[in-house]
Each structure stands twice: as structure tokens, then as C-alpha cells.
């Protein structure tokens, strides 16, 4: 894309140091023994172009400027509210994830990118794979009411299972919670960019990460409705490969582009030029 | 009521599934016996599983949703179990938008096990259809009345959910995701789905104590297939007088409250402290 390197010289691609991550000793996509700290300087991407997934630490990292980062509304904590117990009572799963330092499924705050104010959310799917919660869906709807009121741009990067079993229908309930407030985006004539990454499917793909004003999938990315194995249990379909990748979704008219993370920075700073 | 006490939750499922259950139609006959079927997306194609129409119901003109299972195997197969394709959602919006126009208030009738999972509902943006559906029904400025009648299952369900009043039978379910799926998901295994369904508070009685649904419409004793007309008739009561209060409300309210009833719907924590984040 011609028309963005103009900003390769003043936009970084990532905004502050990327936190290490949790990697195979190869990369599953050409097979070489990975470096993990040269991986870290091109955003955890391989040479061969294979997209490791990142945690939300990661995406803040990336996406908002060098020291702009006010996360809001970290505190609000999950429940266990229906009692879940077997096979792991999910009291346990929380907590358990909480000191392994993971704050849910979803952070979200304000920062600038480029300069320029956003409000920006990213899934974690390290927290029960990155699954749509009660706080998940109440930061989600927080801050796209906040963007929606003050008219700044709001930014989301998904990976995410879907709704969280755990939390019942009230997980469920979510998906209309937050679509009712990415009405407020639209109806404000504020701009919302969605980022998917892998894997991106189920109740997080039926509710806002498909209904920005650009959606932009990364390379790879598996997104869909309904994930594989349960279309293979419920229809006994052979899917063919590439089923629900990236490419399929944009061929589909699902997404808007396929871009790599390397080049996603430069790309939101010049829609952000454009559109706010 | 009838002996809902010594049901199992595994039995209430297996009750809200019964193929001798009332489906739509046979809600629709009954509610409105000059109906009239609408059809398609005006897109690519028009969805079995998912009934539209107008008719009269209480002296006005009344647009009508709901998913019909089928009862033979070549109805199911037709109907496709009443699990919707992406072109359900689509021609829904549609409608609902034709009932804005005119004014008229909607009523939909939730009973599917979920949006089809299946190939051809992924290459046609089943996850799009569903997200779409799910934010444009907060922009529709008509009453919106929903009754699951018996299976809610998922995203499916509540792409045809999103309403200013949600009521459901007493035998019917409304969940995450199927009692097998939930299984899948959790256990990795389907087989656990007795297990599942104790832990996902599906009932509908559970769904009133979350406060997710306005109320239970009882059902004639043994359940609504035990007699069909005395089950419409219920039905038929509850919804009625559900949107007579929302027919003379102010859009905008109309519209605020509907956004509120699910911007806050985890929020029985006002009466239940351990339910849902607190707000500051």
C-alpha cells in the first residue's frame, strides 16, 4: 500500500517494547528454530510470514504510543454466578488466571496512536481463550460509550472463543450489550476499526468484531461462527483447507483487508488521519 | 401449573425439544388466523426456518417472527430444524424494518437449538448476519415483544431476541449454547450434556431469578402439547398485555429502554451483590 509508507518514516511498528511471549522452539509454519528476541523487534511475526498470537499486554504494547496508556475500569472482577463446578469450578479458573497476572478477557483504556486519541480494547486469549464475559462485555460497552460520547475513534483487536460457557446466558447476553453500544459508534458518526486475529469466532464474531466501519484481519486468522470441530461434529462436513482463514473471509466480503501485523500500525495511523 | 417441580432440568430440556410441542404456526393460527407468510431477503434467497408475516392480532396489524422446527422428517429437513441461515437474520431485519414503516408492533417466537452450524452458513457470513441483526434491532422504533415457546439456543436465538419485553414458557430453555455444544466446549465431549445442562441455569426459571426474561408463562398442565389452544392462549394473554404499555410509549423512550434493558441485564447486582462487576 503506496499511499501509507509516507508515514513508515514517522510511525513505528509497534508503539512501545513488546512484552516476551510463550513460543515453540519452531515456527509451525516453516519449521526454522525461532529467536525469540529477533522475533519480539518485527512484532512476533516470522520471516516466513506466520503470526504468533499475542496477549492483550502484547496488543497495548503495539497499538498505543510509547507511555499513553490509562487502562480503565481494571478492577472490575469476574464472578462465579452460577455456581460452575465441574469439570473445574470456575472460581478456581479465574483466580488462578488472575495470578498468573491476566486481567480477563478484555483491557480496555485511552491512548494515542500516532499522536492521535483513540479509544482501543484488545482480547486476551490466554483468559478461558479469550471468551466474551460479563467484564468483558462491561469494559467493551463502557468504552464504546465513552468513545461514542466524546466522538473519539475506537479501536479493537479480538482473539476470542466466543461467549463463556461459565457465565451462562448472561455470557450470552453480552453480545447484545455491546452491539447496542457500537449502535451509539455509528449513530455518533465516530470511527471504529476492528482488528481480528487468530482465532476470532463464535459470539465475539456474531456481535463487534464484525461490525466496524473497516474490519482488518490478520494473516492466517481463523475467523468464523462456528469453529471447526463442532462443523465437523454437526454436519460430518470434510471443510476444505483454508476454511475460515483470512483470506476466506475477505473473498466472502466478511472483511474489509488482510494486513500484516507489521504494517498495521501505519495502516490505523493513516484511516485515523483520514476518517477523524 | 403443572408437576414442574419433580422435572429434572435434563427433562425440561427434553420438554422444551418435544416434537409434539406447539411450534410457531401452530401459535400463529391461533394468535392470528388471517396471516400472511412473507418471504425472502430481497438479498439471495428466503429461510424456511424462520417464519415472517402480518395479521391481525387484538384489532391491529401485527408483524410476526419465529422459527419452525417442522414436526416430519420432511418438514425438519425443509425447515432445516429451524436453525437459521444467514439469510433468516437478513430477511428479519428486513420486515422489521417494513413494520417500522407502517408502525406495526413485533412479536417473535424463539425455538431453535441455534443458528445452523454448518458450512454454507459460514461462507454466506452466518457471523455477520447474526452481529448485524443483534445491533439493528435496537434501532427498530416499534414495539418488540419475544416469547421463547421452546428451544433458545445461542447466538440464533438471540439474533431474533433483542426485544423491548422477553417472556418464556415455563417448559422452554434459553442458554449459552446447547447442553451438547456447552459440553463440547468445556468437557470436550458431547456426551456430557445432562452435566452441562445442570450447570448452565437454562430454565426458566432461572432466567427470571437473572432477570434476563420478564416473565414464565405458565403452561397447561403435562405442557403446552397437552393442549394447544389452552397454551396459545396463555401466550397469547402474556404478550398482549406485555406490549400494550410499550404501544403508547414515546419512540425515544421506547428506544432508551430497550438499550437499557440489555446494556444493564447483568445488572440484578443492584438487588444481588454477587451478580455481575459492580459499577462505578
Keep these: ?276 | 401449573m403443572s408437576d414442574e417441580t419433580t422435572l429434572t432440568v435434563w427433562q425440561v430440556v427434553e420438554l422444551a425439544r418435544n416434537s409434539l410441542r406447539p411450534y410457531t404456526l401452530d401459535y400463529i393460527q391461533r394468535l392470528v388466523p388471517d396471516f400472511v407468510e412473507l418471504h425472502g431477503d430481497r438479498l439471495s434467497g428466503d429461510d424456511p426456518a424462520l417464519v415472517a408475516g402480518v395479521g391481525t392480532w387484538h384489532g391491529r396489524t401485527t408483524m410476526f417472527f419465529g422459527h419452525q422446527k417442522g414436526r416430519s422428517l420432511k418438514e425438519r429437513v425443509s425447515r432445516n430444524w429451524g436453525m437459521m441461515h444467514p439469510e433468516g437474520y437478513r430477511k428479519a431485519i428486513r420486515l422489521a424494518h417494513h413494520a417500522a414503516k407502517f408502525g406495526f408492533p413485533i412479536v417473535s417466537l424463539i425455538d431453535t437449538p441455534g443458528a445452523y452450524p454448518g458450512a454454507a452458513a459460514e461462507e454466506r457470513g452466518i457471523a455477520a448476519a447474526i452481529a448485524g441483526a443483534i445491533m439493528e434491532w435496537f434501532r427498530i422504533p416499534v414495539p418488540i415483544v419475544a416469547a421463547v415457546i421452546g428451544e433458545g439456543g445461542s447466538g440464533g436465538a438471540l439474533g431474533m431476541g433483542v426485544a423491548d419485553r422477553v417472556i418464556m414458557l415455563e417448559n422452554s430453555i434459553y442458554s449459552v449454547a446447547s447442553p451438547e455444544a456447552a459440553a463440547s466446549i468445556v468437557w470436550r465431549d458431547n456426551s456430557r450434556k445432562v452435566e452441562a445442562a445442570e450447570q448452565l441455569q437454562l430454565t426458566s426459571r432461572d432466567l427470571l431469578a437473572m432477570g434476563v426474561v420478564e416473565e414464565i408463562v405458565a403452561e397447561p398442565k403435562g405442557g403446552a402439547h397437552a393442549d394447544f389452544d389452552a397454551a396459545a392462549a396463555s401466550l397469547d394473554e402474556a404478550l398482549y398485555r406485555h406490549v400494550q404499555p410499550l404501544l403508547v410509549q414515546p419512540v425515544e423512550q421506547l428506544l432508551q429502554h430497550r438499550y437499557e434493558r440489555f446494556r444493564y441485564i447483568d445488572s440484578l447486582l443492584h438487588a444481588e451483590p454477587h451478580f455481575g462487576p459492580k459499577i462505578d
Design chain 1, 1 to 276: 500500500m503506496a499511499v501509507i509508507d509516507r508515514h513508515a518514516s514517522e510511525v513505528r511498528i509497534a508503539g512501545g517494547k513488546l512484552p516476551p511471549i510463550t513460543l515453540p522452539t519452531n515456527c509451525p509454519g516453516c519449521g526454522v528454530a525461532l529467536d525469540p528476541e529477533h522475533l519480539r523487534k518485527q512484532v512476533y511475526v516470522c520471516d516466513c510470514g506466520h503470526h504468533f498470537r499475542m496477549g492483550a499486554d502484547g496488543w497495548i504494547q503495539l497499538i498505543a504510543d510509547k507511555a499513553s496508556w490509562q487502562e480503565r475500569w481494571g478492577d472490575i472482577r469476574s464472578h462465579d454466578l452460577l455456581n460452575w463446578k465441574v469439570p473445574k469450578p470456575y472460581q478456581e479458573t479465574v483466580e488462578q488466571l488472575t495470578e498468573e497476572g491476566l486481567n480477563e478477557a478484555v483491557r480496555t483504556g485511552m491512548c494515542t496512536l500516532a499522536g492521535r486519541p483513540i479509544w482501543f480494547a484488545t482480547f486476551d486469549f490466554r483468559f478461558v481463550g479469550g471468551t466474551l464475559s460479563i467484564v468483558a462485555g462491561e469494559r467493551l460497552a463502557r468504552g464504546l460509550e465513552q468513545a461514542a460520547a466524546s466522538g473519539t475513534p475506537y479501536v479493537l483487536v479480538s482473539a476470542s472463543g466466543g461467549a463463556r460457557m461459565q457465565e451462562g446466558v448472561l455470557a450470552l447476553m453480552q453480545m447484545a450489550k455491546v452491539n447496542a453500544a457500537v449502535g451509539r459508534i455509528h449513530s455518533a458518526h465516530v470511527p471504529y476499526f476492528s482488528v481480528l486475529t487468530d482465532p476470532t469466532f463464535g459470539g465475539t464474531a456474531a456481535s463487534l468484531a464484525l461490525l466496524a466501519d473497516i474490519n482488518i484481519a490478520e494473516p492466517g486468522a481463523a475467523i468464523g461462527f462456528t469453529g471447526p470441530r463442532v462443523i465437523k461434529q454437526a454436519t460430518y462436513a470434510d471443510l476444505p483447507p483454508g476454511f475460515q482463514s483470512a483470506d476466506f473471509q475477505l473473498a466472502r466480503g466478511q472483511v474489509d483487508m488482510v494486513v500484516p501485523r507489521v504494517e498495521l500500525r501505519r495502516l490505523l495511523a493513516h484511516l485515523l488521519e483520514m476518517y477523524a
